[in-house]
Structures are given as C-alpha cells and as structure tokens.
C-alpha cells in the first residue's frame, strides 16, 4: 500500500460513498480554508488502484514549522486495526516529507450518546479498545475536554429526523413550542436568502466569531456548487406584529371590562375578594400590553420594513442538515425567532426526507457552566440527542522539527507578541 495525493474527483467520489463523512472531511471545506491560510491537499491509501482510506489533509504553517489537521479525522475504518496502522506509518512518512511534525485528528468516533434528560442513552462498547489502539499506535489523546478546548467540538446535538411532523413537534419542549407559536403570530417570518444577504449573518457574528467576512462567502460559492448550502434569515413584519398587539389589547380590554361589571355587581358580597384579585391581574396584563403596544407603535415607525432578528447557514450532506453557522440580533431576543427558524428548517428537512439534523456544536451536557448552559438547553430542548466523540489527537510526523518546535516557544512568543 502507498499513499497518493488524490484529486478532487478522486476524493469526492470516495467521501461520497464512505460509510459515514463530514462536511469537514469534503472538498469544499478544503477550498475554503485555502482562504484561511491552510494549504488543503487530498490524500489516500492505496492498494493497487483502490482507495481503502482517505482524509483532507490542512496544514497550516507556523512562522517556520508546518503542523496539519484532519478535520473529523481519517476517513478509514477504524475497526481494522491493520488498516488504521498502514495508514499511520505511510502518512508520517509523508507528511515528514513535507516538514510537517505533527498531524491533529479528532474521528467520529461516538463515546457516549445521551438523550435530551442529560442520561446515558447508548455507549460504544468497542470505545475503549480503539482508543487505546490509537494510543498504542503513536497517537496522543489530548483529553476528554468538557467545553470547546478541542479543534471541532467533542460533543454535537442531533437531531432524528425519522419521525412524523406531528411526532417532532410534540417532542419540542412546552415552553419553546409556545415560543414558536407566538413567533409566528407576531409576524416573523423565515426567508431564504442568498449570497447578498450574508451581510446580515455576519453582522450578528462577527464580534464573536473569529472568521472574517471573505470566509462566509467562500462557503457560499464553494458548497454551492453542488448544491450543498442553504441559508435562511428571520424577519419580523412590523405591521403585522402590530396588528397582532391591537388584537391582544382589545381582547384583554374586553376582559377587564367584564371583570370590573362583575366587581360591582357583587359589592359586599365574600365572593368578591376572588373577583378584584382577577381584576388586579387582568388589569396587570393589560399594562404589559399597553406598554407592548406603544413599544411595536414605535418600531413600526422606525423600521416600516421590517427588522432581520436571526439568521442560519445550513450545510446538506448525505442526508444531514447541518447548522454551520447561526446568529441573532440581541436587541431583539425577546422576539424568540431563533425558536421559530429553528423549528421551521426542522421542518423543511424532514419533509425532504433528510435524516439527521445537526444542531451544531455544544459542551458537555452533564457539566454545570454558566456561559454555555443556556446554548446547550436551546439545542437539547428540540429533544436532540447529544452525542459524544472521541475528541482530539495528536500523531508526531517528525521527531526532529516537533522537539524544535517545542523548544522554540520562547522565540514563538516574542514573535507573535511583534
């Protein structure tokens, strides 16, 4: 066996017909990180002139040192062991060759999966053994890290798509399908948009996103070639949010005007104690309309055409929908049309027979943390599943260049500090 740089027919037709894949591990990809400062090349292990392995390759260059990624790992079967260590001794050979010293992998390798309680759901049985395989090999496990310490997250919520439309909806968490009905009245409407309307995602991104504006076009034009990539964006009709806010106050003012007759029809009466405490909370919730009413009076005459309140990128692969990028416009949380996007695309994708749908990256489900515990509850209350990988790790292609590397960091530093 030997490894072959492979063209981008070659590995298409591969990656589309592996056993499972990653829209990190496809061409495109690799052409948009060829913007990003990464070289991307296309390798495989051959056998003759069948490719029994293959994997995008990144390699990024550090000041004078090369270390390469494998976004979502080698594309190989990682149950054949003799195949796994063919592929690892001919790929350090050939990344040594091109100075690269060491190569990061983090396979789809599933540890755990865990249902939208946060319990143990279903455990590889088989984890243990190829995990410290790869060890045994020359591979390093850099952790099971609890939060985004790793190159792509260790742990996604997925969603099943194999389900009637009535059945997904019923699954979604109470609360949030009052949200997404709410949504929909106020006049929220999902839009799908195209490559001039990026501005609008990367707006809401970019202070804490680290990718630039270029990035989100060239994954535009480079999934959209085959037809890979869809985006949409959430926006709400001013006329009609306030339309539907005269609507609630009229009705809520009939109702504090019945309650008020019956307080005093029943003045003295014991009865009435419960009466005026309904009039107090009906006339409560009038107020919150009124202020609600004034409040979309207003914005319907500083935004006449509407306002853009949450945005998706959505990548489709071999029967996943995957959210690669989403944001939303805080000023206007209070709106809930991520809830509404969200459910809407849940939707789409299950009415064309996609089977899984990605919510993205999150952190451990079962660890406690403020920042990331509202983002993990917004995905897992889809009833998606979390689902646990392997995480990161690190293969040494040259001793010689890493010991340089490692011994080097003082010199690094300063450099990066000019």
């Keep these: 066996m030997y490894i072959k740089e492979l063209t981008i027919e070659e590995f298409n037709k591969f990656t589309d017909n592996f056993m499972y894949s990653s829209i990190y591990q496809t061409s495109e990809y690799g052409s948009v990180m060829n913007t990003q400062n990464y070289q991307s090349i296309f390798v495989g292990l051959m056998d003759d002139d069948n490719i029994k392995a293959a994997s995008l390759i990144l390699i990024e260059s550090i000041n004078m040192f ?56 279903i455990v590889n049985v088989k984890f243990d053994d190829t995990l410290n395989y790869l060890k045994s090999i020359g591979y390093y496990h850099l952790g099971f890290n609890n939060l ?20 997904l909806f019923s699954d979604v968490n109470k609360n949030f399908k009052n949200k997404i009905k709410s949504a929909d009245k106020n006049g929220i409407r999902i839009i799908k948009g195209g490559i001039n309307e990026l501005d609008y995602l990367y707006e809401e991104v970019k202070n804490k996103y680290p990718r630039d504006k270029e990035y989100f076009i060239n994954i535009y034009n480079n999934f959209s070639k085959r037809d890979m990539i869809d985006y949409y964006y959430a926006k709400l009709d001013t006329n009609v949010y306030l339309r539907n806010v005269q609507k609630k106050f009229q009705k809520q003012s009939e109702i504090c005007a019945k309650i008020n007759n019956k307080v005093f029809k029943n003045v003295g009466k014991k009865s009435n104690n419960k009466i005026i405490s309904n009039k107090i909370t009906a006339e409560n919730k009038l107020n919150e309309l009124k202020n609600e009413l004034i409040y979309a009076t207003n914005l319907l005459k500083n935004k006449p055409n509407g306002v853009i309140l949450s945005t998706m990128l959505i990548t489709k692969y071999r029967g996943q ?23 809407k695309l849940i939707e789409k994708y299950s009415k064309e027979k996609y089977k899984l749908f990605n919510l993205g990256g999150m952190t451990n489900p079962n660890v406690d943390n403020d920042k990331y515990n509202g983002l993990n509850e917004f995905k897992l209350r889809f009833n998606a599943k979390s689902v646990e990988y392997i995480g990161d790790l690190e293969l ?23």
């Design 321 to 343: 929908a995957y959210i690669l990028m989403d944001g939303y416009n805080t000023e206007f949380k209070r709106f809930s049309a991520k809830h509404l996007m969200t459910w």
């Design 148 to 167: 985004f310490e790793s190159f792509k997250p260790r742990f996604e919520a997925i969603l099943d798509l194999n389900k009637p439309i009535f059945t």
């Design 66 to 121: 090369k270390y390469a990624y494998a976004p979502k790992g080698i594309l190989i079967d990682y149950d054949d062991h003799s195949l796994v260590l063919e592929f690892t001794k001919l790929i350090k050979t050939y990344l040594s060759k091109q100075k690269v010293f060491a190569l990061k992998i983090n396979p789809m390798i599933i540890r755990n999966t865990y249902d939208y309680n946060k319990k143990l759901n």
């Design 396 to 418: 040494i292609t040259n001793n010689t260049i890493y010991n340089l590397y490692r011994n080097s960091k003082p010199i690094r530093y300063i450099l990066k500090k000019r």
